[in-house]
């Protein structure tokens, strides 16, 4: 990647501060660092969010016509992909949303990929798209694709390594 020469990555940096605190940047500013973050690999790869100011932008609006929208959405889902915590709050209000209560599961991982959630089919063994099952007996699983209701047992969250509750 070539760096841009406009700005440099404590420049960016501080814009970027700026933004979140929502002062207005100049007509050029917005772009000087949405290219530097591009063009920088130092920049890139830096997670350029904290959960508190994802908290902070997720309550201030992230929406159209704001000229960093894109950009705010990309450093947004960056923070999300590579935050446990931030993604397990997005799971457990997902679940919220849902009607379940997240205290149901052993974690909001679990619950979240355990629920069924599935137009084309009404039975979640039948669905390729279901990725853990629950048993009648409360213990979690991969589902077998075989035509049944077999499943490999798990013991742990894939996702956050919770012990799941033995049966």
Avoid at 8 to 18: F, N, P, R
Avoid at 118 to 132: G, K, R, S, V, Y
Avoid at 142 to 154: C, E, M, V, W
Wanted: aromatic share 8%; proline share 5%.
């Amino acid at each position: 990647m070539t760096v841009s020469d406009d700005i440099t990555c404590d420049e960016a940096l501080a814009l970027w501060q700026s933004c979140l605190e929502g002062k207005a940047l100049g007509e050029t500013e917005p772009h000087q660092m949405e290219d530097h973050r591009d063009d920088c690999d130092s920049c890139y790869e830096r997670d350029w969010l904290n959960c508190e100011a994802l908290t902070r932008l997720e309550a201030a609006g992230i929406s159209l016509p704001d000229p960093l929208f894109s950009f705010k959405m990309r450093v947004a889902t960056r923070h999300r992909k590579t935050c446990s915590a931030c993604r397990e709050r997005d799971y457990r209000n997902t679940l919220i949303e849902l009607g379940e209560n997240p205290a149901g599961f052993p974690c909001a991982c679990i619950g979240y990929f355990s629920l069924h959630q599935c137009d084309q089919h009404m039975d979640a063994w039948e669905c390729a798209d279901t990725l853990i099952v629950r048993d009648d007996k409360g213990g979690y699983g991969l589902p077998i694709r075989n035509g049944g209701r077999a499943y490999a047992p798990i013991h742990h969250c894939p996702w956050c390594g919770t012990k799941l509750t033995d049966r």
